[in-house]
């Protein structure tokens, strides 16, 4: 079962749950750096809420997708 940071990455952010566990990785005091999946982060709800408060580091849909 999918935790809050899990459903938020797919169907908020639209993004790879390994970039955005990159970027929490290294701007967010909450996730550990050993963190490399959504899963694995137990306080996933302060995590969302934390991204809520600096967007600036997330767009939504980074995944990129084909030109027509």
């Not at 938020?8 to 490399?36: F, G, K, P, R």
């Not at 982060?41 to 084909?66: C, D, M, S």
Request: charged share 25%; proline share 1%; net charge negative.
């Amino acid at each position: 079962m999918a935790n809050t940071l899990e459903s938020y990455i797919q169907n908020v952010l639209h993004d790879d749950e390994i970039t955005v566990m990159n970027i929490l990785a290294e701007h967010c005091y909450l996730v550990s750096d050993n963190a490399t999946r959504a899963e694995e982060v137990h306080n996933a709800g302060e995590v969302v809420t934390w991204i809520h408060r600096n967007p600036q580091y997330f767009r939504t849909g980074l995944v990129k997708t084909k030109r027509r």
